[in-house]
């Protein structure tokens, strides 16, 4: 059918007709408000359509830049969403208008850390301090941020301090992860025993748990804690390369190539488990020798089978 007969316009009214009603759109758009951006952002947001909420929130800051409200939600969606550089670049900007905000400068020193910044991070935190921040989650903050950057009587030290008000899972397992590396295995095991208490679920503490065991010489604990990390999905590659060995060891090679796999998913770069599929695949109807050398994250494999 004709495009006349459908519009009742000729084709080159119908056509201008279309571009008018095009920037009658355009100007409503432009006649929102930053609020109506805002707004429009709070609605997708608890809709769960974030990535547009985040288009929606910004289209409200163009407006309005100092728009706190919508500064500080696009903040929390940056952070949900791990766009960890994008929300240390808003915090910053924050804080250009608010300079004495305690509480956003506590948020931009752990948002720092996970950037592994570690001297900006702990400058920002004690910066928090001397604003007034809650000084239990500035003494966490710090004792994390020296935690990674490897000064362990540092975190130690500001990580006890935090205990004393609140002794969370986290900082227990901060606490075990200090004893453990300091040689304290005991107390490093007491550590995460009571972080797992306190968080059943808590993977990270599971797949410690089984690095202590196993340096502990105690391997069937170890497997228990590991497995137990393994079936939390646990991204830590040391619980599946060391179920791996104990399945090569049994002669379960189809076991340890399953875990060696998801070891690989975790951790896509890791030469050891590429080193190992690939033995296992080039072995797999062939009994190994005593003469082999090849090392199966650490240990020789003749070593595994005895």
Known sequence: MALAAITGLAPAAWALEKADQKTA????????????????????????????????????LKLKPDYKEAQMT??????QQSNFENAIKLARSI??????????HLVLGNLLRTQKRFDESINELKLAAQLGAREHLVKQGLGYAY???????????HLRDSAKKTDSADTKLALAIINFRKGRKEEALNEIDGAIKERKDFT???GLKGDILSSLDKPEEAARAYQTAINLRTKSASAYTYMAARALKAGDHAKAQTYLESALLNKP????????????????EEKLKETDSVTFFGFAYKDLLK
């Open 147 to 157: 935690l990674q950057k490897g000064e362990l009587e540092e975190a130690d030290r």
């Open 269 to 284: 770069d890791d030469t050891a488990v590429k080193s190992a599929l690939a033995f296992l695949a080039s072995r797999q």
């Open 25 to 60: 759109n355009q100007k409503t758009a432009n006649q929102k408000t930053a609020k109506d951006w805002k707004d429009r952002g709070d609605f997708l947001f608890f809709h769960g359509d974030r990535e547009e909420a985040v288009r929606v929130y910004q289209e409200a």
């Open 74 to 79: 696009l903040l929390n969606l940056y952070m």
């Open 95 to 104: 804080l250009e208008r608010d300079p004495k905000n305690k509480e956003l």
């Open 204 to 206: 990270e503490a599971h």
